[in-house]
């Protein structure tokens, strides 16, 4: 197609030449044409033939060519896309293996051993992770659950929904049987209810903790779970219910609690077994936010020393010793210099918020001094709240009438706005508010190095890759363990990812994965998730609902993962999906759009959990399979040396020696023969002589 580009060109002519008179058709021959002086020419600007129409045509013809130039303009940018967007790479799109209808729409799922728990309405599905068949169905509740976690406890889950109200629950699922323990946080008094808005279990299910909001206050409680206890209660129990009501409840409890034609032929040897009554947990802690830095109380600086005996707090800026008037000296000193600043409207502060974690014992955090407690089991509780310069440890080695003072506090150089621990809590990240990043080995109580993020680049989420190496180009996982070394992704809050990796004291570095969107905002990424069941894989979820697997060694996408044509994420930006830790798949949330315009209730959405399988495409299975390399086939290379642990690598290095040591030996018995011949040859030139 030709551009029309005469009414936008006309802007830019130059005055031309136009004859006197009227024109006349020249003759076919150069020869008979009249050479015309320069005098029957005139100077005329090309703006006055639009100009020579009467009004109001000259403005509607005006304005009909700066539309057309308008229009046209968006024509060309709009076929330049295309063809740009027609001349990039397009991933290898795998759909999903398997598909779980679903009659009410899910609003959160998680995974443990070969269970799959999706909270919907009035209450949590199980479903078989495998086979994707519905094993039992718990609705109870008059509101949706919008969150729930699942922990692995060995042979039995605890799984802690949380619905609508911010109520928690906590169950116990052994076996066959699934027993509700306890709801937490629930009230008789409606006016006291508490909201949960966090959760956490610890590794092993020895420990949870809530943060809870109510009356306008949030703390955090912390509770010792009995699960010693449980599997007595469960394997001997000891009803509670009346004999009357025994047989009739019995066959209730047998029952699915919602039943339909689809999940007649599924298999329901999961019952609810409401009868059997479980130890409660033990509530041990309440921690509340920090209070805010004011005058000192003391008299004399010895007093301040006293109160920091044990150096319990230290660090955390609340036993000083700096006066009242000094702090309001200092405030008026800010007030004056940034006063056009602070002039204007200062909006509510929100309410601080907590993050923590349970952390297993290390050289930074020891266990106490006569307690004795299986390996694995946490040990202290890691807090930092908002807006807080101060990470605090919290012992968990303590009960509810002990002052909850920290035992320990890691204050930072500026507010704490992210964190993150591996999933072997051996590594910990703070993300700080200026874009620094301090990476943390407890195991080995080492500082990995400090690195930054790129200028006006702000850390939202943080993800920890299983430590993986490069051998032979394919992204392999080294066999045993590995110490002071750690990977992890970082998505910042302008959509772009970057790689940190740790090796070693003071030897970290970052990289830059994925760059801000600028020209294509819809392919931005909202969600990450690493896949373990892959070496240096991780899965980005973008706002325009496209589903990537990235190799974060290449910074290349493999492929792509999209349900059915028929279905779509209808919130992309917030995606309901679960990555198995210990199986390779994944689980998403897809959506009927056709069903979406013609539904009067979201119960009638038609909604499907898809189920994607890394080891049935055939771009990934080697990938899976071939994802761990023996220690030997890695020690040649000095940085795959470095990635073994301190003791095995000293073994490998006296190995060497006595091997070098032996070769010594021998090549020393070679050189004395050759003296030896050579002190022959001169004795014989000297007989000679």
Known sequence: ?????????????????????????????????????????????????????????????????????????????????????????????????????????????????????????????????????????????????????????????????????????????????????????????????????????????NFAALLLQGAGDIWLDVYKLPKESWIKEVQYPQLTVNTKKKVRQQLQLNIPDSVTADSLDMDMNISFRGDVKLSLPVQIMKIKPPKPITGTTF??????????????????????????????????????????????????????????????????????????????????????????????????????????????????????????????????????EDGVLSLWDLAQGLTLGVVALPEKCFCQSIHFLKYFLVHKGQNVYPEGSVKCHMKCVVLCTDSSLHLVTASGVQNSTISLLVERPVKYLDEAICAVAPVQALPGMVLTFSRDGSVFLMDVAKSQIVCSFAPPRSYSLVAPWNPVFVVSLHHPCFLLRGDHPDGIGSASKAEDIPNSIFYFNFEDYPLLENFSRNCTIPQASILDPPTFAQALPLEERCEKFFQKSIQNLAKSKVKEEEHWTRLRRYSLLLQKEDLKK
């Open 299 to 432: 008299k004399s600086p010895l007093e301040a020393f006293a109160k920091i005996a044990g150096c319990r707090g230290l660090g955390s800026g609340q036993n000083h010793y700096i006066k009242a008037s000094q702090w309001e000296k200092r405030e008026a000193i800010l007030k004056a210099t940034y006063k056009k600043y602070l002039d204007g409207e200062w909006e509510p502060e929100p309410i601080s918020m907590a993050t923590f974690y349970f952390l297993l014992p290390s050289r930074v955090i020891p266990m106490p001094a006569g307690v004795k407690r299986p390996p694995g089991l946490a040990c202290v509780l890691g807090v930092h709240w908002t807006d807080h310069h101060n990470f605090f440890f919290y012992s968990l080695n303590r009960t509810l009438k002990d002052k909850a003072d920290p035992e320990g506090v890691w204050p930072c150089a500026a507010p704490i706005v992210g964190s993150q621990l591996s999933p072997c809590s051996s590594y910990l990240v703070l993300a700080c």
């Open 1 to 205: 197609m030709a551009s029309p580009k005469g009414s936008r060109s006309q802007k830019m002519k130059l005055p031309i030449f136009t004859r006197k008179g009227t024109l006349e058709v020249p003759s076919p021959t150069e020869k008979d044409w009249s050479k015309d002086d320069e005098d029957d020419w005139v100077f005329k600007d090309p703006d006055q033939e639009q100009d020579s129409l009467p009004q109001p045509y000259r403005m509607i013809n005006k304005m009909v060519n700066s539309l057309f130039d308008c229009s046209w303009e968006i024509i060309e940018e709009r076929d330049t896309s295309k063809t740009a967007e027609l001349c990039r790479t397009q991933p290898t799109i795998y759909h999903p293996l398997r598909e779980s209808k679903l009659n009410t729409m899910p609003n959160c799922m998680d995974v443990s051993q070969d269970y799959v728990f999706i909270g919907g309405s009035k209450g949590f599905s199980i479903y078989n992770l495998h086979n994707a068949k519905q094993l039992y169905v718990w609705e109870k509740l008059k509101v949706d659950v919008i969150s729930i976690w699942a922990t692995d406890l060995g042979s039995e889950i605890l799984i802690a929904p949380v619905d609508e109200t911010g109520i928690v629950r906590l169950f116990y699922f052994y076996k066959d049987g699934l027993y509700l323990i306890k709801a937490i946080n629930e009230s008789e008094d409606a006016s006291k209810q508490t909201t949960c808005v966090k959760m956490e279990i610890s590794k092993g299910g």
